[in-house]
């Protein structure tokens, strides 16, 4: 009995979860778009948009990217005025905006990053979104993985490679590469994710972490 206790408290206190599933690949979040999600009803069309900007410039955050689509209708079947007035919509701003909020810095600067969700509804209207809860009420069934990746995002998180389900939750791996042509050298990161039943990233934690140096692409051989 006394051997079957100490080999439970090693197991917690390695974190080790007990009752943790077999780990399960992802795909990007891409790959997820419209087939893995269906939205509530009233809303024909989502898109999540990422923009970004040079920090402490003065400069008006710029759309770099639309990672994630969910639609009952596609975009090019609307009134073409209503896409050209859609796609014209600017991010709404403020205290209360936490969509994919971070800021990224390395040697060559710092960029910050936000993100906004924007709908059609069935008759027409337009809505802007800035907040997380605001994805989640606008969707109404989505897949597992999926959902792992848009949390991911929507945290302002890389994305994941693989997952598997914890007691609390689910524990994802992120595998991230960054690259400095500055200071000439490239480094890989592993962290495990925690996200809970809520759907909140609550708990982050480095796993491995390697720094080579590495000559900048396009510099003359010395």
Avoid at 41 to 55: C, I, Q, S, W
Avoid at 85 to 114: A, M, W
Avoid at 159 to 171: F, L, M
Wanted: hydrophobic letters at 35%; glycine letters at 4%.
């Amino acid at each position: 009995m006394q051997i079957l206790k100490i080999v439970l408290l090693i197991l917690v206190l390695s974190g080790v979860q007990v009752n943790a599933s077999k780990w399960k690949e992802l795909r990007s979040l891409y790959d997820y778009s419209g087939s893995s999600c269906e939205l509530k009803a009233g809303v024909k069309y989502l898109e999540l948009r990422e923009y970004t900007r040079v920090k402490k410039s003065k400069e008006s955050m710029r759309h770099t990217e639309t990672p994630f689509v969910i639609n009952n209708k596609l975009l090019n079947e609307f009134p073409a005025s209503k896409v050209k007035q859609f796609k014209k919509l600017s991010p709404l701003l403020n205290t209360k905006t936490n969509i994919r909020k971070f800021t990224y810095c390395n040697s060559d600067g710092c960029v910050e990053h936000i993100g906004n969700g924007f709908a059609i509804a069935s008759d027409g209207e337009l809505w802007k979104m800035n907040e997380i809860a605001d994805v989640w009420n606008y969707i109404e069934k989505i897949d597992i993985p999926a959902k792992i990746q848009l949390t991911l995002w929507l945290y302002g998180k890389h994305h994941g490679t693989r997952y598997r389900k914890v007691s609390n939750g689910y524990e994802v791996i992120i595998e991230q590469y960054r690259y400095s042509c500055a200071e000439e050298y490239e480094e890989y990161f592993t962290y495990s994710v925690l996200i809970d039943k809520q759907w909140k990233v609550v708990k982050e934690k480095l796993l491995k972490h390697s720094k080579e140096k590495t000559q900048c692409v396009g510099n003359p051989a010395i």
